[in-house]
């Protein structure tokens, strides 16, 4: 069987099915679409699917860090912020002054800050616990919802988390008070052409009309639709997860990073993204053992060279058959994919 006669068994009704659907996209560096395939449905309750489509709109969760770090890195290039200004983050966000948290703002941006996720990590969940107690209620938001004491002293450690939220935080204090996703559609989304992009469905009903659907997998094995969307009713922009995308859009910025013409970041800029970041890459490979955290990140490579650049994981060995030294991928939870290949001048995303 082909590939593509593959991807339509797994994605479509019958006995071979093991997804709802899904839409892979692949592009260039001319940014020619080169690869497009859309199986499947929005939906695995009949009533209410559709059949999938690239202009099919997914809540891409943390796929929306890379468009934070984009934007942060904007900022840094018009002097407002500094990636290696240990001071810098208790200056602008005053919930970590006391006591002070000594942290580059490039700590936040690679995952090596000390912030975690709750859910990924049982010291989390026992503080979170300890918290609801012992404290006062600390209301909605990012500001409420993402404040947590940190893991290990910045540097001495890796974990995905948090931080990317504090960063759009940053973004938008450093800016006026412009909220996050104006931000974005000022200086990114309308540049690009972006207009299937929102981080809140109910001002874009365009939008929520083309979300797809989400599914589990219950104990039998089965298929069973869940909610899609759990930040829909945050009253924040959350940089680490809150997009609503297409895949026609998305690959909009990938392109633009593949190609580096200027469009979003300097060159030099977007070049500095696909350098290794960690100095001790001992603590990313620990992580990347988690059985969670682990295929969510390695997005289906395996490798034994692993660093992080400024968006994203880099791989640093040549894969046969998969990508070249120098790739950057990273994942939604939802299960979505996206990969910058620049030796072999292709970008792309798996939606589903």
């Not at 489509?53 to 943390?62: E, G, L, N, P």
Request: one cysteine or more; a negative charge; aromatic letters at 8%.
């Amino acid at each position: 069987m082909t590939f593509d006669k593959d991807f339509g068994v797994a994605a479509n009704p019958g006995p071979g099915r093991r997804i709802p659907g899904a839409v892979l996209i692949a592009a260039n560096r001319i940014g020619n679409i080169v690869y497009l395939n859309a199986q499947g449905f929005t939906s695995v309750d009949e009533s209410l699917a559709k059949p999938i489509r690239a202009d099919t709109t997914f809540w891409v969760a943390s796929c929306t860090k890379l468009v934070t770090t984009v934007a942060a890195l904007q900022c840094v290039e018009k002097g407002l912020l500094s990636l290696d200004d240990e001071h810098q983050l208790s200056t602008i966000l005053p919930e970590y002054a006391s006591p002070s948290v000594l942290a580059g703002f490039d700590s936040l941006l690679t995952h090596s800050s000390g912030m975690g996720y709750d859910f990924m990590s049982p010291a989390l969940m026992r503080w979170r616990s300890w918290d609801k107690e012992n404290s006062q209620p600390r209301g909605e938001g990012v500001t409420a919802q993402c404040f947590q004491p940190l893991l290990f002293e910045p540097g001495e450690g890796w974990e995905c988390g948090v931080s990317l939220d504090w960063v759009g935080v940053m973004i938008e204090r450093i800016n006026g008070g412009l909220r996050l996703g104006e931000y974005m559609k000022q200086n990114i989304w309308d540049p690009l052409g972006m207009d299937s992009t929102t981080m809140h469905l109910g001002s874009r009903p365009d939008i929520q009309q083309r979300l797809c659907g989400a599914s589990v997998r219950s104990a039998s094995g089965e298929l069973e639709p869940t909610p899609p969307h759990p930040l829909k009713d945050s009253k924040d922009d959350r940089g680490g997860g809150g997009m609503c995308i297409s895949p026609n859009d998305y690959i909009k910025i990938l392109v633009a990073l593949l190609k580096n013409d200027g469009a979003l970041l300097k060159p030099e800029t977007v070049r500095s993204m696909f350098e290794p970041q960690l100095r001790d890459r001992r603590y990313l490979n620990s992580f990347l053992d988690h059985p969670l955290g682990g295929p969510m990140c390695r997005a289906g490579v395996e490798s034994d060279a692993w660093n992080f650049g400024l968006g994203g994981i880099l791989n640093l060995e040549n894969v046969d058959g998969v990508c070249k030294k120098g790739t950057m991928s990273w994942s939604g939870l939802p299960n979505l994919y996206w990969w910058i290949d620049p030796q072999s001048g292709l970008c792309g995303m798996y939606a589903s």
